[in-house]
């Protein structure tokens, strides 16, 4: 089945230590998001490719950032995790062009310790 | 600043009684407006949408009813079930791909 795949399902890491977290997808979608949800809260978007093309929301902090090698997989880097950064973070896809459904990984829990 | 608004935060409902959950907006530029369903542990999953040209979309026993000149809409869920139990997300697209969720309202269905 195709699907949004992220790895790993749950991280720990120390504060201050750097940690990436994977999504990949077999839906062949242009478009790639990383939303960040903290407990009873909504997702909050922190940024998204059109292919390569990589758009930044305003706010996310310069601790974050993306690669996306290619149009199968997308990777978060948290430079310099706080206990802030705590939280599920979500991989989506869509076609491009939209709108079109988000299609959403399970998810990765990060905690820091 | 938040660009949807939703509420309930929670809403506790008997076992074949109606689920409502209503959202707000203020940009006029949104053209999209999806709910989403997210049981613990998972990423959310598109429930239903609807576009503004609508006022009311029907998918089985979820219906998103959408008044455009208020500027809300609403998902009804009848004769709601225990498996429907979850948190349930509307949010609000503009010309494309990007998306703003509102907070959130956890569904729990008592049987």
């Known amino acids: 089945d195709a699907m949004v795949i992220q790895n790993p399902r749950y991280q720990v890491t120390q504060f201050g230590k750097p940690v990436t977290l994977s999504c990949s997808q077999t839906?062949?979608?242009?478009?790639m998001y990383w939303y960040q949800q903290k407990s009873s809260q909504a997702p909050k978007l922190l940024f998204h490719y059109y292919d390569k093309d990589f758009n930044n929301e305003a706010d996310t902090p310069d601790n974050f950032q993306s690669r996306r090698p290619n149009t199968s997989f997308c990777f978060l880097d948290i430079r310099s995790p706080g206990l802030g950064d705590a939280a599920m973070y979500l991989c989506a896809t869509s076609r491009e062009g939209g709108p079109y459904e988000q299609y959403f990984g399970p998810g990765t829990r990060l905690t820091v310790t | 600043q938040q660009q949807v608004k939703q509420s309930p935060q929670s809403l506790i409902v008997q076992k074949g009684g109606i689920s409502i959950i209503n959202c707000a907006y203020e940009?006029?530029?949104?053209?999209?407006f999806p709910w989403y369903q997210q049981f613990p542990g998972k990423g959310p999953a598109l429930l239903i949408a609807i576009r503004p040209d609508v006022s009311e979309k029907k998918e089985g026993r979820f219906t998103i009813s959408f008044n455009k000149s208020a500027k809300q809409f609403s998902l009804h869920i009848m004769d709601s079930q225990p498996g429907d139990s979850a948190t349930y997300f509307c949010a609000a697209s503009m010309g494309g791909n990007q998306f703003y969720f509102g907070t959130g309202t956890s569904l729990t269905v008592i049987p």
């Open positions: 940009n006029t530029a949104f053209d999209y």
């Open positions: 839906l062949n979608h242009n478009v």
